[in-house]
Nanobody, 121 residues
Framework: QVQLVESGGGLVQGGGSLRLSCAAS????????MGWYRQAPGNQRELVAS???????NYADSVKGRFTISRDNAKNTVYLQMNSLKPEDTAVYYC???????????????WGQGTQVTVSS
């Protein structure tokens, strides 16, 4: 199994910054894409940003120019630097990873438990 542990959420004023981290652990052979999703009350979960093992990044239009995703492959960790935060960024942020287990060599999708980000106006 793979565990994803997120950290870095909290309360921040509009215009402020937060950095989310997500560390994957377990019997991992490799991790392909990693990413961040978010879900606000009453809304569907949506992709915020993703990054492949090779470093190719993809962002939602709503966060382009404000958020930056990065990863440390040696640490199986993905980060989300969030700048110029807006109240509409308020949501629970979930880490996501496509990981290959040593035992099965099959790629499966794993989710973190979520971390709350609240942006005040």
């Amino acid at each position: 199994q793979v565990q994803l542990v997120e950290s870095g959420g909290g309360l921040v004023q509009g215009g402020g910054s937060l950095r989310l981290s997500c560390a994957a652990s377990g019997s991992i052979f490799s991790i392909n894409a990693m990413g961040w999703y978010r879900q606000a009350p009453g809304n569907q979960r949506e992709l915020v940003a993703s990054i492949t093992s090779g470093g190719t990044r993809n962002y939602a239009d709503s966060v382009k120019g404000r958020f930056t995703i990065s990863r440390d492959n040696a640490k199986n960790t993905v980060y989300l630097q969030m700048n110029s935060l807006k109240p509409e960024d308020t949501a629970v942020y979930y880490c996501n990873a496509w990981a290959v287990l040593r035992a099965t060599m099959a790629a499966l999708r794993y989710w973190g438990q979520g971390t709350q980000v609240t942006v005040s106006s």
